[in-house]
């Protein structure tokens, strides 16, 4: 197979010689055959013996290779991340440079896994490392062919809400606005119990009445007028809008699609605006990614996604303090260090800083954060017994002077060597929206990915589409939704080689074991 990079500062086409990979007679496509390795672990037996049995499984893997073109549909479109993401990737597309008084600027994707990081490829005749940039690995989308739009419950354009959220230089500012100025959101849901009441100042441009069932057919109607006047093949549906509080979920309301239906219909209390824009965007053949903390992606929505072959994806974008905390916890217990206490303290100043100030929002948002380091301590039986957890404390201030310019600080104590004491403090510079815009575009690049890509093990007749929860999009997000039964992996290297070996399996490449034999076993 090969693939080509869209964007002209990297150029780089991948072919891949391999006998694990056929192509289709149309040309439209690929196939991959994968051994998948696991090793099956016994319970201990009476005398303490663990037994450990390697498993092969192999895997055939369907790649569509037409990439299409691509809609994304913004909740929350004229706040900070929707308009950054928005004119970020118009800068990029029209090569804008703008000056600062540090000199002039140049337009980039920094910050994107897909646009602005390599995978290790293989290695040269001289034994090298060959790193290969991660859009060359499969065909995927390019993030200046992506047409935006969506909802917001301020009416005000993108131009005017760029200039409120204070995040681009002036003079890229005032290059973006005639591009910006006559794009304008469609009516958002409101539920004022959902956000906090200081939003409502805001809340100018929503949609009318209580009948939510209502709301989810304008939603639907609003999604297909998009699709017909940007003539996009494909539209993915991004939550960026602000943190709701947490829904009881219950039986008999979010627990299968039919329950979850008839509760919209019934317009019942409990069913929040983003799941509503969730059903929506499934009913119309629309993947959905949650970028915020609250439980939108409840099992009658997963439910839904699964009868109508889409997917759903969550939850709250992992951007500055905990994609730190997610490295430097898997560190230091890796390392054989015992985090006996992590105290986090945020201060921020944007749209979103306003909405955590209210209690039952923040505590969406301290949930999130709050379960980041639970898999990496659970990995480790001898630093923690049982149920035992470091203390893990988080703190969150709205302080409108600093802006979207987040600043996050640390500490974690540790238990080292003879009960000695290890303090590291770390202090975070988050330029809120300009980290979270670029993983809003790895979400739905990889999200898009994924919809072409099918599956069915070595033997079977037909291949099948992946599971409704898409979580290898884990490595972007705080909070990652996984299919019911399986583990939660916060730790971010795993994430991203989660990423990484899925597209090798996918190319007919092997997994990069790091294990350098070629090295290790020479000798003089």
């Known amino acids: 197979m090969a693939a ?4 002209a500062a ?23 055959t994968f051994e998948y390795s696991t090793v099956l672990v016994s319970e201990p037996d009476a005398s303490g013996v663990v037994t450990a049995e390697p498993k092969r499984t192999t895997y055939n893997f369907h790649t569509s290779s037409g990439v299409p073109k691509l809609g994304v549909m913004v909740v929350g479109w004229g706040g900070n991340n929707g308009t950054t993401v928005t004119g970020g990737c118009l800068a990029n597309k029209h090569n804008l440079t703008w000056e600062t008084r540090t000199g002039t600027m140049k337009p980039n994707y920094f910050g994107s896994v897909t646009q602005a990081a390599t995978f290790k490829l293989g290695v040269d005749a001289s034994g090298k490392d060959v790193h290969v940039p991660v859009s060359s ?52 849901v409101y539920y004022p119990d959902y956000i906090a009441m200081n939003q409502a100042e805001r809340a100018d441009n929503v949609l009318p009445g209580d009948d939510k069932w209502a709301h989810v057919e304008t939603l639907r109607q609003n999604i297909r007028d998009f699709k017909a006047a940007t003539k996009v093949d494909k539209v993915i549906v991004m939550w960026s809008a602000n943190t709701e509080r947490f829904c009881d979920v219950q039986a008999g309301v979010h627990d299968t699609a039919d329950n979850l239906v008839a509760a919209v219909k019934a317009s019942h209390k409990d069913v929040s605006p983003s799941t509503v824009y969730g059903i929506a965007a499934v009913l119309e053949g629309c993947s959905f990614i949650n970028g915020s903390p609250q439980n939108t992606c409840v099992p009658g929505l997963v439910d839904l996604a699964d009868k109508h072959d889409v997917f759903v994806g969550g939850d709250d974008f992992k951007s500055g303090q905990t994609k730190m905390k997610s490295v430097l916890v898997d ?34 948002k301290e949930i999130s954060k709050s379960d980041v380091v639970d898999d990496m ?54 330029e809120d929206s300009l980290l979270a815009s670029p993983l809003i575009l790895d979400l739905v690049i990889l999200c898009e990915l994924m919809q072409r890509v099918t599956w069915k093990l070595e033997g079977a007749d037909a291949f099948e ?52 034999l070629q090295y290790i076993a020479q000798r003089k």
């Open 331 to 364: 560190f230091l217990i890796g390392a054989g260090i015992k985090p006996i206490a992590i105290t986090s303290y945020n201060h921020l100043g944007n749209n979103d800083g306003m909405n955590l100030s209210a209690p039952q929002q923040f505590r969406s």
């Open 137 to 188: 690995m499969m065909p995927m989308v390019h993030p200046n062919d992506i047409v935006f739009g969506g909802w917001d419950i301020s009416s005000m354009n993108l131009g005017d809400a760029m200039k409120r959220a204070q995040v681009f230089e002036y003079d890229l500012q005032r290059q973006l606005y005639p591009m910006l100025k006559d794009m304008t959101p469609y009516p958002g």
């Open 377 to 430: 301590v659970a990995s480790n039986g001898i630093l923690y017994e049982q149920d035992e957890h470091p203390d893990h404390v988080v703190v969150i201030k709205y302080v409108p002077a600093v802006g979207d310019s987040k600043r996050a600080l640390d500490e974690y104590e540790s238990s080292i060597f003879m009960n000695g004491r290890n303090t590291i403090s770390m202090h975070n510079t988050c």
């Open 4 to 7: 080509q990079t869209a964007s």
């Open 465 to 516: 589409k992946f599971h409704p929860v898409c979580s290898i999009l884990s490595y972007m997000l705080k909070a990652p939704l996984v299919p019911t039964g399986a583990p939660v992996v916060n730790a971010l290297y795993k994430q991203r080689a989660c990423i990484e070996n899925f597209m090798r399996a996918c190319i007919g490449l092997p997994i990069d074991s790091q294990l350098g």
């Open 10 to 32: 990297a150029t780089v086409t991948l072919k891949v010689n391999s006998p694990l990979v056929t192509h289709d007679e149309d040309g439209l496509g690929f196939t991959s």
